[in-house]
């Protein structure tokens, strides 16, 4: 029987998010994010270690989790400042002899999306990102936890281990002499 091989975290850049994936290799990796390209070749992606990152992706491997790299706000706030552009100067333009084009009928003007059912849709998954990796950490603090009270019960018990052997010891020493005292007075 074959057995499973050991799976790997690996990120990449997606746009405002990163991309990680659970496989078994780098190329198991690209055929998940469907990239013809060694993206690890270039630097672009990596193996991630660390616990709170690899926790989804573990869960379901081959699958393509992607994590907002910050809030719509910080990525914004990261775009470069627009160029101004420069103002047409009517007075240049040449001036044409022809006839003026026939007005073409407006288009309705759409109105502007709300953005209230995204952004409640980002913090509901920003919320719960939270809630996860509180979890995962409150996890992990209990595991430390019953390791050191497992490590005190070891150390417990050794003790009184040592210590009852040292009694059995010393009554088997007395037993023998006793033993040997009797015999003597036969």
């Not at 990449?12 to 496989?23: I, N």
């Not at 081959?62 to 910050?70: D, L, P, Q």
């Not at 019960?153 to 281990?161: F, H, I, Q, V």
């Amino acid at each position: 029987m074959a057995r499973a091989a050991k799976l790997k975290v690996y990120r990449t850049a997606a746009g405002f998010h990163d991309a990680y994936v659970a496989a078994p290799s780098q190329k198991a990796a690209l055929a998940a994010w469907g990239s013809d390209h060694d993206l690890f070749a270039r630097g672009i992606a990596e193996q991630v270690t660390d616990p709170v990152l690899t926790a989804e992706p573990l869960a379901s491997p081959g699958t393509v989790v992607k994590r907002s790299r910050g809030t719509t706000a910080e990525q914004i706030a990261a775009l470069p400042d627009p160029k101004p552009r420069p103002a047409k100067d009517k007075a240049a333009a040449p001036e044409s002899k022809a006839k003026p084009a026939k007005a073409t009928p407006a288009k309705p003007k759409r109105p502007k999306p709300d953005p209230a059912a995204r952004d409640a849709a980002e913090a509901t998954l920003e919320t719960m990102r939270r809630e996860q990796d509180d979890a995962f950490r409150a996890l992990v603090a209990r595991e430390a936890a019953l390791a050191r009270e497992r490590r005190a019960l070891e150390r417990d018990r050794d003790k009184a281990l040592r210590a009852a052997e040292r009694t059995a010891e010393s009554e088997r020493d007395a037993y023998d002499a006793a033993l040997r005292a009797w015999r003597a007075d036969r």
